[in-house]
């Protein structure tokens, strides 16, 4: 699939930058695939405005591909159906993007699942190669990209990514089937490289940048860069959030994006309560994600978030093990009590017995 094949209009939203949540896996007490509570949580997000949903990526637990538990094909295709049918009867238009990890054989077969399944993008993970050579994993992405287009992706090495220097984002950013990077990096200058590398090869119109860095998201969205190329000055932005920390009080995020596109387009001064709520939000994501404690309780955090407002029964992971951090729960109350303007609980709770509805 070549990204000429997206739709325009799904595009356009990419494009101009929205907020992208990463899914997370709903589970019962036995730990079983919860297909009621899954398609709710597709069906909020929706509701909440966002321009694209991410399945198959960290949040979405990455055991789901393992043998015995085999549930990246059923989660996959319980989202796409669940957004086609859901994105028409709202009159939205999502772009559903699909994670896709492993060696090139492994990430070729999960892409083309993806495209059998209709989603548009794949949200490209480079984790399973750490300790290869530059040449050898921009070959893998474009092998990668002749079956789907791809969103890059700069994981920070604490939670299993790896340095990528500017040399590789410089020939990534050639790939022609290439519509975006997400970046979190959660370093200001690998987060510059990638930028600087987008620019210099040209393709700052065609390849759309996306924060990750869940340690600065708004002052992400509200920077231009100004990068200086040999054809001459580059503004760019970063123009939308492909997040897990999206994939809660996603109303809110969403809110934000707007606000941010608003200011900018308008080019009105950022207020101070903007940067402000810049902090506060990097603080209830350092709880939701469990910084303390080296993001060990990262999945169960946004998972007590979503059983708080009733959009998932309790916080199982498919690994036993994976479980709130020692008072976790109570620093979730704390930023709950803190900053009751960023959550979205009034807008759950009227529309959450539509989205639970088979």
């Not at 993001?295 to 036993?320: M, Y």
């Amino acid at each position: 699939m070549h990204k000429s094949e997206i739709p325009q209009n799904i595009m356009d939203v990419f494009k101009k930058g929205c907020a992208i949540p990463a899914q997370p896996l709903a589970l019962d007490a036995e730990r079983n695939f919860d297909q009621q509570h899954q398609k709710a949580l597709t069906r909020y997000y929706i509701d909440a405005g966002v321009g694209g949903i991410a399945v198959g990526v960290h949040s979405t637990q990455f055991e789901i591909r393992d043998p015995g538990i085999d549930l990246f094909e059923p989660v996959l295709s319980l989202a796409s159906q669940t957004i086609d049918e859901y994105a028409v009867q709202q009159g939205k238009a999502v772009l559903k993007v699909a994670g896709v990890c492993g060696k090139t054989e492994q990430a070729i077969k999960e892409a083309q699942f993806a495209a059998s399944q209709g989603y548009h993008a794949v949200l490209l993970s480079l984790a399973a190669f750490a300790d290869s050579e530059i040449e050898d994993i921009v070959a893998h992405c474009q092998r990668i990209s002749e079956e789907m287009p791809l969103i890059g992706f700069y994981l920070q090495p604490s939670v299993g990514g790896r340095e990528l220097p500017y040399e590789f984002w410089r020939q990534f950013a050639e790939i022609d089937n290439v519509i975006g990077i997400k970046m979190a990096p959660f370093n200001r200058y690998q987060t510059f490289d990638v930028v600087r590398a987008v620019c210099e090869a040209g393709r700052a119109d065609d390849i759309t940048l996306y924060t990750g860095n869940d340690d600065n998201i708004i002052n992400d969205l509200l920077s231009t860069y100004r990068i200086q190329t040999d054809a001459g000055s580059v503004d760019v932005r970063i123009r939308g959030g492909l997040l897990g920390h999206f994939c809660v009080w996603t109303k809110g995020a969403v809110d934000i994006i707007n606000e941010v596109h608003e200011i900018v387009e308008a080019g009105k001064d950022v207020p101070q309560e903007l940067l402000t709520k810049n902090i506060e939000v990097t603080d209830a994501n350092a709880v939701f994600f469990d910084a303390k404690h080296k993001f060990a309780g990262c999945i169960p955090g946004i998972h007590e978030v979503l059983r708080r407002q009733g959009l998932l029964l309790g916080t199982w992971c498919l690994n036993p093990e994976e479980v709130l951090s020692p008072g976790q729960e109570d620093e979730i109350t704390r930023v709950y009590n803190a900053y009751p303007h960023l959550n979205d609980d009034a807008f759950v709770k009227e529309n959450l017995a539509k989205w639970l509805a088979d």
